[in-house]
Structure formats: C-alpha cells, structure tokens
C-alpha cells in the first residue's frame, strides 16, 4: 500500500525539493537552530500548508525555500535546478521567473499605486509569451480590485493591500507561490476571502501554493500538512490537526 | 540647589543615554552644531579683539581726549582762565590741558589746546559745560575734536559700533542657526514620524517631546562646545596673524556663546515639536515607510513593458517629487547663502579698495585753484572734491523727457503735456556746477564711468552731464547727443499747496499752475554709475549754474580723499602739510576725520577672510542636510529594494535604481542652485545697493551686482556631487548589508526606528 503510494507520488512532477536544509542564527553567545535538517518534496499544483507556532522556524523555512534566505547546509532544487548553487543576481532572476510571494505584511511600495504595484514584476522579469492584460484582467476581476486600481497602497485597507500583493505575486504567472502568513493581519471575514481568492487563482492559472500559517481552519485545507517544531519539521496527518490545535 | 542639580543631572544622563546609543541618528546635528557654535565662537572672538584693536591704536596714536583748534586769543584766555582757576579744584574734569600756538603766514595767530580728561565717564559733559561752553560768546568758530581714545574710553564712536554690530549679527547669526537646525529637525521628524506617532500614542504631550528633544541638542551642544572653540581660535588666530594683530581672548566670549546657543537650540526645536504635538498621532504612525513622502497621483503610469532602472526610478522621482524639491532647496538655500558670503566680501573689499574721506576743508570764501593743486600734490592724496548743488524742485523747475528716456523711472516722473515730443516730466534732479579743474579730477581719478565727451558741457552752449541713476539703480535711459528741455519757472498762472502732496503730485500742480521758459538742451555725457542719492545729477558750467539756481557757485568745502593704503606715517605727514599749506591764507581750516584711523582698523579685522571662514562654515551644511535627509530615506526605502529583489531585481538593476535616482538629484540641483544663487544674491543687491541707499545708509557706495562664477560653479560641483552621491552610497551599505548577510546567514533589520 505505502509502496504503491509511494509510487504514485514520484509519478507527479516534483517541483520544490528540499534536502537536510540546517538554518542557525548566531545570538549573543547562543547559536539558535530555526531549522534542524529539513527535508520534504512539493509536487505541481499542490497546495501544501506548514503550520507551526510562533518562533518554530516556518517563516525562515519559507525563505529558504523561495531563495530570500540561504541555508547554513543542505541543498534546495526548484524544478531541478538548485537554487543553493546560484548566484545571488541568477537567484533573483530566477525567482522572478518562477516564484511569486506573499508577504504577512503587504510589502507594497508606497510610491505606487496599486495598479503599478502589481505591474513591477513585470518590469524586471517580462516574459514576453505571455500577454499580462488578459492576466491582469484575471487577476483583478478574480481579486476584485478594479476599483482600488488607482490609489496608493496607503489609501487601501488592509485586505485590498493583500489583495493587491497577491496579484503582484502572481502578474508573473509563477508556477511556485510561497505565502508567509498572508491572511495573518486579516480580519476573519477578510482572511477567509483572501485564502477563496488564493485558492481561484491556483485553481485557475494552476500554481503550487506553499503557505505558511497558524490558522488551523486554512492548515485543513491543504492538501498536505507539515509541521514545524523548533526548527524540526515533519509531516502531519488531518487527524493529528484537531489534537494539535488543542 | 540640590533639587537644580539633581534636575540637571538627571536629564543630562538621560539625553547622554539617548544620543549615546542613538549616535548615528545625531551625526549630522553633532555636525551643524559645531557649525553653529563656530559662527557664534567667531563673531565673539573677533569682536573682542577688535575691541582691544581699537583700544591698542587710540593709546598709541592718541595721547590727549579733545583737542580744540582754531581759537582767536580771547577764547584762548577764555579757555586758559577757567584751566588756571580750577586748576587747584579737587574733582576738576581735566587732567591736563596743553596750548600750542600757530602763527599762520598772513601773521595771524591761532591757539590749539590738548586736554587730557580726568575721569572719562563723567568729565567730558562737564568740561564741555564748564570749559568749552564759555569760548561760543566769541563770535569765531573754533573746531572740537573727540579723538579716538575719548570713543574708546567712553566706550562711544568705533567702540559702540563695534558692540552695537555684534549684537545685530549675534541675532542674524542665531536666526541663521535657528533655521539651520530647524531645516534639520524637520528632516528628522518627517522620517521618524512613525516613532513620534508611538511616542504620543503612548501618553508623550509637547512638553514632553520638546523636553527630550532639546536636552538631546544641549547634551550635543556641550559635547561639541570645547572642540569648536579650539577650532574656532585657531582659525582667529589665523586670521588676526595674516594681518599682523594678536588675538586676544576674552572669557566673557564663553557665557556669550554659551547664551546664543541655548537660545538657538531653544527655539529651532520648540517650533517642530509644537507643529507635531498638533497631529493626530495616527497620522504619524501611518507614516511608517516613505508614504507620508509621497505626492498622490490619481493616475498610474503605464508601466507594462518598461524597464528596470530608468522607468521605475523615473517614476519613484515623479511620485517623490515634492520632498527632493524641498530637500535640494533647503540644501542649496544654504550654498546660495555661501556666495552671498562672498558677495559680501566682495563689497568689503570694495570698501577697502576706496579712497578715504579723511580731510575737510572750509574757508569763508573760496578756496584756490593753487591751494587745490598743492593739496592734490601731497603724499598719500588721491583727490580732492567740492561741489555746488541746488535741488532743482527748489526752483520749480522740472526737465522733459522722450517716452524712451523715462519709461522705466515711473517712480520719479509724472506724464506732462508741455511738449508731445517730450511727454513725461521730472524734478528729481540737481543742479551741479562744474568747472575744468573739477572734471579734470573726474576724469583723471576715472570716479565715475561716462559715456560721451564730458567737456563739451564747457565748450558748447546748452550742453548737459547727466547721470542716469537714482538710489543706486539706473532708472533713465540717457544716450550723449539725446536732447531734453529745460522747463525753468518763470511765473505763477495759480496757487498750489504744496504741504499735502507728494513729489510727484506737486510736479504736478507746478505744471497746471505755473508758467515755464523752455530751453532745448543736448546731453553731451551721461554718468552711469553715479553714487546713491535721491536725484539726478544735471552737470552745467558755473555761471549757467549761478543763473538756474541763483547762487554763486564757490569752493567753499573741498573733501580731501586720500590712498586707501597710506600708512599712519603718511597720514600724520600729510596732516601737517595740508595744515601747513592751509595756513596760508585767512580763514581757511582743516578738519581730520578719522576715515584712514577706521580704515586702519578695518583692515586689522581682516574682514574679508572673516567672511570667508563664515561663508564657508555656511557651505559645509549644505552636504550635511543632503546626507541627512537621503540616509533617512534611503533606510526607509531598503524594504522597499528588499521587495524588488525578492522579485527577481539583480544587483545591478538596484544599484542603477540609485544612480538614476542620483542623477536627476544632480540635474534638478543644478537648476535650483542657479535660481537661489541669482534670487539670493540679487536679494543682496537689492537691499545693499538700493533698500540701504535709499534710506541713506552706506549712500556713498554703490555696489555691482557680483556672483563669482568659480565659486557659483564649485557650489553646483557641491550640489551635484552631494545629490548623487548621497543617492549612489546608501546604496553601498545596502549592498554591504546584503554580503553580510549573504555571509553570516543573520538577516538585518531593515527599519530606521
């Protein structure tokens, strides 16, 4: 049974593989490991939450992972290119390329407007096969921003910040999106639409969600789990959920 | 005085604490404080020693306080009486009285007494009262001269001056320096309104913040107290050695100093904080990244399809627009302000290139054309000057110009009817007599710049030297060979009242009401640069003058000018020659003035180095607010570059975000430095050449309007190189961060809290 399973899943194209990642903070005098050797396949159109509490190392997981942060040890390959190996330059360009992000905080730049917010990837990584009006449109009917397209990210609230970060992240049809607590600022209502809206839009341009989160009701959706416990990640059953959160 | 000191000190360990560990945040006011404890340090020290210059030159050139010359022999018994009885008085207000006798070449003989006064402070009122008062029943005139030692002593003349002068530029400096740390302070508060907004928040009122805010400047001010004052007297030193002087160093300069400081640090804080304390304090904390910074727009750009630098950064430029216009003109106001520092030492040093007033003459009579040109040959005398003037609005008269010749003097003219080819009217003018020897001085002294051929007013009939300028300003366009009417009064057609109206209005009525004799007259040299005045100068031969303005033209009074470098040596000859060649004749007296003592004394303050020190102590702030405010900016804009990368912007693509952003700071400086120089130094002219003329001060100086081009050049260098490189280095800490962090695996914080 296992076997078949097994088999099954290296069937499916993997497209994140992380292998033995260690990540060690230096504070004072004490060395903090956020990551003790960390190792776990994504495959394409997988939608994968890490939960953890406060402090556990998810947040600096993820950064590793989208190529924000470098690892102490261990190898990270995206698509089969390892990512560890690049140069900070071929890394960059390679994460416009590939891989979209969604900060906790919206990260917007104050100077532009929403619609230019979204647009920026664009200016650094143009894929010119791809025609970003149709994709722009798709996105801000999806995000349903239309109307906030014009103002400064100062000017929006809260949820259509994020809203706006997460058509940033995806104007470049990333087949990796990585959300660093996206909904963790919002409001119930507001968090629930945006994880709708994250989800549309997976489902409609069909990316690999990696999302980060403490939100038990958002984890259960995922079609898989990890867990991280200082530092040390492992995998975790839906039935284990209920027992955790409690 | 326990509860003082326990004050003092607890507040001071506080701010010590706070800029201690905040000491990067306090560079820049660690640096403008220096600046401005070094302009109140320079004008203390300067002014002390100037003072113990002019105190050093009245002892040793001046033994006695008064000296009273010219006296007939019955006032001289007057005088000699009142010495002889009160000689043995026990509080008599003299301490000596020396008498000379001159016995002048026609055989006359007059007395000269030297008194030395006892106590200065209250003898020199009882003398004049006691001594001098009696010798006026006499009917001669005698001359009275406090010397420069009475001044110093009774702290009058050069003294007060000096004292009156430090006060006026203590105040314009610590105004200066309000403004300076006010610029800066502001720069501060807008970037670190997220910080004041969680302050408030937490219960922080105005008091407060300004609390803090001000024992932080002071706790700075005392840091950098001790360090620019030995900076600021070796500087002195400097400036004093070059001129041969001594520095002299009075302790009172530190109580002085320390004064002016406070007050500057007072208020240039009171201000900002007051305007902070009024907002909301979520308005503050909404300003946690650039945004408060940001003009809004209403409109996005068309961004799909342009590129990373130039496109992006083009836009942050547009959008960032309104706070680089306000930081490149508070940085470059302050470069403007260095080349009128140097505009100022250019009007110093024409003060110092000009001859000096330093003799008078006067006789009853006329004084002749030998005396004049024995005079001209003593050593150390560049000219001598008299003139004969009557304002021609004395007589009613006015002249008529062309259109052209009066269009830009509407100030001075009134439209008149009298003749249709010459429609505009004035009487701002006065008549001058000239005669050869007068123009031969003019002419020979090159004293004023004149077009046409000014001896054609002697040798053709109804010819002209006019002078184009009032109150230092050209107003009337005058070509040689131009022809104007002489409208001269001949009779009344009316009555006029002449209490209520203004100049003009009264030309005016002259005009409806009186009858005039018209003579055509050709312009045969135009003046241009004639020194400051109300009036026109309208040059005719004598006996034209004496029939226009009905009065003899004489040389009564003859200034004697003299080389703006004659040593005291030449000065004390030459006062015995005129003195002697004066002597001569009946009547005739000399009177010193004292110009070449205060041009001595000028030249020992060595001003225009002293000018320069300032001007460039004003300079250095300019990089210091470009630095300031970008370091602030750019930390604030480092999530920003963080985000781009994460994006997929390489390292290159950033750095050029920051050298496009450098390069329009430089271009846009360029043309903000050329417009506040040109409105700075144009504000100068106007108000040394013009405002200051026009109410009489300095009315004999007539000033050009002066930007020196190397250094207007060096200061937009300044600008350029201090917009793009306070764009471009930021930049390199960024990318220094990056490898750190690249290197040890730890991520930085990116905010500037």
Partial sequence: ?246 | MDKLKDYLSINFKRAFKSVRFNYRQYLCFFAAVFVVQMFFWTLTFSTDTDKDNIRRVAEDNYEHHIIIRYMNGQQYTILNNEVYYSQFESQRAYDSVEFEVYNDMIGRTTYTAYVTLADIKSAGQAFEKDFIRPMRVNANEFDVTYTPLYDYEYGSGLTRESTTQYWLLMALMTVLSILLLMALYNIRINHYKFLYGVYMTCGADFRKLFNTAVWELLMISLMTFLPSMIVSILSMVFVYRSVGVAFHFVLSAVLKVALFNLIAVIFSVWLPMKWMAHKAPMSLIVAQDNSNLVTSPRRSFRILGRKMPLHYESFSTWRFRVYFVKLIATATAFSALFLCGLYIRQMVMTNLATPIEEFQLSAAEDIDDGTVEMIMAVDGVRYCWWENTMMASLNSDHILLTAAQGSSAAGYTVPSEENAAYPIATNQYQYTALDKPLLDMIVQNDLYEIEGDPYSVLTQKNTVLISDSIANTKMFDFKPGDKIILASFAYRNGKIDGKQLNAQELLRQQIMQFGFEYTEYTIGAVIHNSEAGAFLTFGIPNDTYETLADTKAIRQNVSVFVEPDATTEEMSEANEEIRSLMSFHSGYKVKQMGGHLERTLLYMQNLPTRVMILAVLILIICPLVWFFSQTLFYAKRRPEMDVLRSFGTTERELQGVHRVSGAYMAVISIFISLILAYSASGLVFLFCNRLMSSLGIGAGTRYEFYISVPALISCIVISMACGYLSSTIPFLFYRARLRREQRTGVIERTDIQ
């Fill in chain 1, 1 to 246: 049974m296992i076997d078949n399973l097994n088999k099954k899943e290296d069937e499916r194209r993997v497209i994140l593989e992380v292998t033995d990642v260690i990540k060690q903070y230096r504070q004072y005098d004490a060395v903090v490991t956020a990551v003790n050797r960390a190792s776990f396949k994504i495959y394409e159109g997988e939608f994968v939450a890490i939960i953890g509490s406060s402090g556990s190392g998810k947040s600096t997981l993820l950064h590793i992972c989208a190529g924000l942060d470098k690892p102490n040890a261990g190898e990270i390959a995206i698509r089969g290119q390892k990512i560890t190996d690049m140069s900070p330059d071929e890394l960059a360009r390679f994460r416009g390329n590939f891989v979209g992000m969604v900060f906790q905080t919206h990260n917007l730049i104050p100077q532009f407007t929403a619609l230019e917010n979204i647009l920026i990837p664009t200016t650094m990584c143009n894929k010119p096969e791809y025609k970003y009006e149709e994709n722009l449109k798709k996105l801000v009917a999806t995000l349903n921003i239309g109307e906030r397209l014009h103002h400064l990210p100062s000017e929006l609230s809260g949820g259509q910040q994020q809203r706006v970060a997460i058509a940033r992240a995806l104007i470049n049809l990333p087949l990796l999106v990585f959300a660093d607590e996206p909904t963790g600022n919002l409001d119930r209502k507001n968090a629930d639409e945006v994880l709708e809206l994250l989800l549309e839009t997976k489902r409609v341009i069909g990316q690999t969600l990696v999302m980060v989160t403490h939100d038990l009701s958002i984890a259960r959706r995922a079609d898989r789990i990890l867990k991280m416990d200082n530092g040390v990640l492992s995998p975790m059953m839906p039935s284990d959920l209920a027992k955790w959160g409690s």
